[in-house]
């Protein structure tokens, strides 16, 4: 199995900050992952998928960029609304792991 | 509108069963590739199931031989039926759907949550 691991697994950060979360693939995924976004109680948000498409209605702020092991989310000025906790996800294959998550947090 | 809403959870004791339901709205759940993800109180997201529109279903590991997935077409709902239940599958159980198979999960349920304990 893939296994996908995201740090830093926590991020203090400030209304305004170029934010950046990398998520590294223990094997090749190609350009096959997905970016979610989570708030406490509520289902997941689909932000980016294929790595680098921004999803609809999303945010031009958010964005991807990486292929095959490395990939970023990158929030380039965080707002209010931003902070929570991000998970990447491969779709390479099956099982379609996810990472362990990075929460965004208030400075 | 486009919408899932799962339903079916609740407390179940050790090596019992449940099956869990996620009505679709608005797409047709045949012609879509549908997954169910869950989280474990405090932790994070696990895959655990996949469904194609051609019908193959894949696995997590952890699942495996215990969980099956399946969907009723006529009712538009996909299905998670779980038996040889443990405290491990303690979690909110999501039901997802991915439009396209190169595309991530777009559309998700508000979650069900399935309590394993006596």
């Known amino acids: 199995d893939i296994q996908m691991t995201q740090s830093p697994s926590t991020l203090s950060a400030s209304v305004g900050d170029r934010v950046t979360i990398t998520c590294r693939a223990s094997q090749s995924v190609d350009k096959w992952l997905a970016w979610y976004q989570q708030k406490p109680g509520k289902a997941p948000k689909l932000l980016i998928s294929r790595a680098s498409t921004l999803w609809s209605g999303v945010p031009s702020r958010f964005s991807g960029t990486g292929s095959e092991t490395e990939f970023t989310l990158t929030i380039s000025s965080l707002q209010p609304d931003d902070f929570a906790t991000y998970y990447c996800q491969h779709y390479e294959s099956y099982p379609g792991t996810f990472g362990q998550g990075t929460k965004v947090e208030i400075k | 509108e486009v919408q899932l809403v799962e339903s079916g959870g609740g407390l179940v004791q050790p090596g019992g069963s449940l099956r869990l339901s996620c009505a679709a709205s608005?797409?047709?759940?045949?012609?879509?590739?549908m997954s169910w993800v869950r989280q474990a109180p405090g932790k994070g997201l696990e895959w655990v199931s996949f469904i194609y529109a051609g019908g193959s279903t894949y696995y997590a590991d952890s699942v495996k031989g215990r969980f099956t997935i399946s969907r009723d077409n006529s009712k538009n709902t996909l299905y998670l039926q779980m038996t040889s239940l443990s405290g491990e599958d303690t979690a909110v159980y999501y039901c997802?759907?991915?439009?396209?198979?190169?595309?991530?999960?777009?559309?998700w349920g508000q979650g069900t949550t399935v309590a394993v304990s006596s």
């Open positions: 608005g797409f047709t759940v045949s012609s879509s590739y």
């Open positions: 997802a759907r991915s439009v396209d198979v190169v595309d991530g999960m777009d559309v």
